[in-house]
């Protein structure tokens, strides 16, 4: 007899499937053991505990059983509590209904809202192919000048903020989330404080960001999985606005949170930590996670990473790394933004690997001369500030005296401040006149 195999299909389609069972053996500090056959790294499985089931996922495997980290509270968890697989990696689903609205680092509503329908995508997915990523060919405008002007971002690039803490990054992120030249915002707050979240939606992101963003909050007091996710989840929701032809600007605050997110999860599945404590798997997720970013075949995704800096240390385990992997590297230092200057960028050590190759010539030169003058002044700033310079002992410094207030009236800029491409461009020339 000829066998029906659309029939067929149907009945497979309609049977009940086996989920993989288990029990838990034991929870040590973060981690939690159990004994289940056909466990693979990366599945989340649910723990039935006292209370709500617990969801979790598979980091290794240890004597036989496997090594999960919780995606909550283990609070509640007992000995022999059931374990079920939920039979494949975690998801979260995107659609347009994410626009306005903010998520926890789960993909879930954190804003009181409704639950978000759209499609399943992955949270954790290769990046794009080398080949496959169209060449950074024009630049993407912030409304900011001193990154306008002299650290042009391109469309598909990836950049790092470094900064310590309470020198206005998360000030100039609202900034340019406000004034870039982008279809959809997708921002991630990781491991931030609860009190600056909702500071940050109200007065950094202004209602009119806010309708076409999405922002991702996991705060410092969740579980470290979720602070990792968050930061994935995020650039799932880019990815997936990027595949339907947008141009996408993704904002994650911060990348260091990140990383030590990852190094508890180490740490805690047994790695032996090879760089000031930080475990291989760490360097091993900052790379996957920032080459996901860039260019596609229809849409971008332009990212800016925010990077704590301990003291200054640019060249810490996690900034040294960040900086060898993306495009660029935008620095605010402490001493401008005790000058009273906002944004506090240093110029001089701040670099756009791209801005060459997207801006006209005209452009290009200006911005050279400008941070040409700026770090001739810098180089003999103390001499200046103790009066022990000589006037006409260094031309070169003359002229960056002389042009010194307008230059700083470029540098600096009201946080409320937009400033179109050609007045940047305007104010750029007439700084160096």
Do not use: W
């Amino acid at each position: 007899m000829p066998v029906d195999v659309d029939a067929l299909k149907s009945q497979l389609a309609q049977a009940s499937t086996v989920r993989a069972t288990g029990r838990v053996t034991e929870v040590t500090g973060l981690r939690l053991r159990f004994a289940m056959p056909g466990a693979r790294i990366g599945d989340v499985v649910r723990v039935t505990r006292r209370g709500e089931p617990l969801a979790c996922e598979v980091v290794g495997f240890e004597g036989g059983h496997a090594i999960a980290m919780p995606l909550g509270p283990l609070t509640g968890v007992g000995p022999h509590d059931d374990v079920e697989s939920t039979g494949g990696p975690f998801v979260v689903v995107a659609s347009s209904q994410l626009l306005g609205r903010v998520v926890d680092g789960l993909g879930r509503a954190f804003d009181g809202g409704p639950a978000i329908e759209g499609r399943a995508v992955p949270v954790d997915r290769d990046p794009p192919r080398a080949l496959e990523r169209r060449a950074v060919a024009k630049p993407m405008t912030t409304g900011l000048r001193v990154i306008d002007g002299l650290l042009t971002l391109g469309e598909g690039q990836r950049i790092g903020l470094f900064a310590g803490s309470g020198v206005g990054k998360s000030t100039l992120l609202g900034a340019i989330a406000r004034g870039a030249d982008a279809d959809v915002v997708v921002v991630a707050l990781v491991g931030e404080r609860g009190r600056e979240v909702g500071e940050f939606l109200e007065r950094s992101l202004a209602a009119e960001a806010r309708k076409k963003s999405v922002v991702v909050v996991a705060t410092s007091d969740v579980a470290a999985l979720e602070r990792i996710r968050a930061a994935q989840v995020a650039t799932a929701y880019a990815e997936h606005f990027r595949d339907e032809g947008a141009r996408v600007l993704l904002l994650v605050d911060s990348i260091t949170r990140f990383a030590r997110a990852q190094r508890e999860v180490g740490l805690a599945a047994g790695e032996p930590p090879v760089r000031r404590g930080y475990p291989p798997s760490v360097f091993a997720a900052l790379p996957r996670l920032l080459e996901r970013s860039g260019q596609s075949a229809r849409g971008s995704i332009t990212a800016i990473y925010t990077v704590l800096v301990e003291g200054g240390d640019m060249d810490e385990p996690i900034a040294d790394e960040v900086r060898g992997i993306l495009d660029g590297h935008v620095v605010l230092d402490r001493t401008v933004a005790a000058r009273g200057r906002y944004p506090a960028v240093d110029v001089t050590v701040s670099l756009s690997r791209v801005m060459d190759s997207i801006v006209a010539p005209d452009h290009r030169d200006a911005a050279r001369r400008l941070r040409a003058l700026i770090a001739t002044y810098e180089a003999k700033r103390d001499l200046v500030s103790l009066g022990a310079y000589t006037k006409n002992s260094d031309k070169a410094l003359d002229e960056a005296l002389a042009r010194l207030p307008a230059i700083e009236a470029f540098l600096r800029q009201d946080v409320a401040e937009v400033s179109p491409l050609a007045a940047t461009l305007k104010a750029l020339t007439d700084a160096i006149r």
